[in-house]
């Protein structure tokens, strides 16, 4: 289940749901996502499903990886990205691919310093991590040409929409568990403008770091 054929079947599934761009569906399936999750669930990584990556957080569905991914692409090339909630590094690993730069917030300190190894082992060099507030953002390195938060709060936090170029797309689940949108923020001349894009779940975006 982790050959490539796998790979091809998840991004024809993706394909029949909805996702168009082809070089989002491309991108996902070259990415090795068995890499990400542990040995143990290695057998499950080319599901569409969301797993568990240890310490209360999981890896995201690879349809709202690929939908969130697609959201953010418009026609000039992506330079500079924001990722909140770096995870086990599987949707910082697509972001790579689709952008020249990465930032990449992660609360955690143990996921933290695991994304930075792995980043290592695998040859993935345009990816910056920071343990830090994902609220927060990661101002020194603004502004961005998207910014994709892969944690649930309950509103949009300013500092975010702060850290937006003009014309900048921010990818945002927002609302209480079981009720959650996602929404794609542009930046426009006078202000945002928003778009629902589809009702996912997300583990909730808390204050701080651990």
């Not at 996702?19 to 996902?28: F, G, P, Y």
């Not at 999750?37 to 969301?50: G, P």
């Not at 980043?119 to 953002?137: E, K, M, S």
């Not at 500092?159 to 929404?183: D, K, S, T, W």
């Amino acid at each position: 289940m982790t050959s490539q054929r796998a790979r091809d079947r998840l991004a024809v599934q993706l394909r029949e749901m909805g996702i168009r761009s082809a070089r989002v569906l491309e991108v996902i399936r070259s990415t090795p996502r068995h890499l990400f999750v542990e040995e143990a669930l290695a057998s499950r990584a080319y599901e569409n499903t969301a797993l568990p990556i240890g310490l209360g957080q999981t890896i995201s569905q690879p349809y709202v990886v690929a939908l969130m991914t697609e959201a953010i692409l418009a026609d000039q090339p992506l330079d500079r990205v924001l990722e909140i909630g770096g995870g086990c590094g599987y949707h910082s690993a697509v972001l790579s691919q689709v952008a020249k730069r990465v930032f990449t917030v992660e609360r955690i300190a143990a996921l933290a310093s695991n994304l930075r190894e792995r980043f290592h082992a695998l040859g993935i060099h345009n990816v910056r991590v920071r343990h830090g507030d994902g609220a927060a953002g990661w101002p020194r390195h603004a502004p961005y040409d998207a910014i994709v938060v892969t944690a649930a709060p309950m509103g949009i936090p300013t500092g975010l929409l702060e850290q937006l170029a003009p014309g900048g797309r921010l990818v945002i689940p927002v609302g209480e568990r079981g009720r959650q949108q996602l929404l794609l923020v542009t930046r426009t001349a006078t202000g945002f403008a928003e778009e629902r894009l589809d009702w996912v779940s997300f583990v909730p975006m808390l204050e701080g770091v651990g």
